[in-house]
């Protein structure tokens, strides 16, 4: 079983629909991270979180700790947000980066 | 400011060949690694680095060597090449809140290194 664990593995949607991809960690940790890798296959940072929730334009990402589950929102879905969604953590025990697999998300027009 | 930078973008090499691929910051971030990102498999550590002059084995090291001489560089070299190390390799740096706790803030990538190993 990963250490990390995301659902879906893949999801298409709706243009304005409201997404959520999921993430499930089994370790303790001391953050977690949202990243976007786009087609051309570049990855960027989404969001970094240790508790409660942030939100970034129409992004808004969760987590709770005790259950150890975070949850990436978007809102009013755009075809531009076709992309896959990585959850990774960083645990407490070292330096180490431990990444889920990603959802790639299809938003059709 | 450029971020990270990676080089090449694409490499085509023949099983026992070596190679360096290069990772540049000018943030001057405390944390660099390296990652291999292979179908299904997510993003997996190869080495990393919490500061100039100091190392450590990631997830798969097996294969690579890696040194950082300075806070801004972090090569990954490929020893003798085996068609298993086809991937595509990223490089990523962030602040460290101290040395304990390398990937402690947001993760800045490189654009990635496509390797073909024939």
């Known amino acids: 079983k990963n250490e990390v664990e995301q659902s879906p593995q893949n999801l298409t949607a709706q243009e304005g629909e409201f997404i959520t991809i999921n993430c499930s960690y089994s370790v303790g940790i001391s953050a977690l991270h949202w990243l976007q890798q786009h087609p051309g296959g570049g990855i960027v940072s989404l969001f970094m979180l240790s508790s409660g929730k942030k939100k970034h334009g129409r992004l808004i990402a969760t987590i709770n700790i005790q259950e150890k589950h975070s949850s990436l929102h978007i809102t009013a879905s755009h075809p531009r947000d076709s992309a896959v969604y990585i959850c990774a953590v960083t645990e407490t025990s070292g330096s180490r980066l431990t990444f889920g697999e990603g959802t790639q998300l299809t938003v059709n027009p | 400011n450029a971020g990270v930078t990676q080089t090449p973008k694409f490499q085509v090499l023949k099983t026992g060949q070596s190679m360096t691929l290069q990772c540049a910051q000018d943030m001057n971030h405390e944390y660099m690694s390296w990652y291999r990102q292979d179908p299904g498999m997510g993003l997996r550590l190869i080495h990393y680095?919490?500061?100039?002059?100091?190392?450590d084995q990631g997830e798969v090291p097996n294969g690579y060597n890696v040194s950082r001489s300075t806070t801004e560089d972090f090569p990954l070299r490929l020893l003798s090449a085996a068609p298993s190390q086809t991937s595509v390799y990223f490089c990523?740096?962030?602040?460290?809140?101290?040395?304990?706790?390398?990937?402690?803030?947001?993760?800045?990538f490189g654009n990635g290194t496509r390797l073909t190993v024939t």
């Open positions: 990523a740096s962030s602040y460290a809140r101290d040395s304990s706790k390398g990937a402690n803030s947001p993760l800045h």
């Open positions: 680095s919490v500061g100039a002059g100091i190392t």
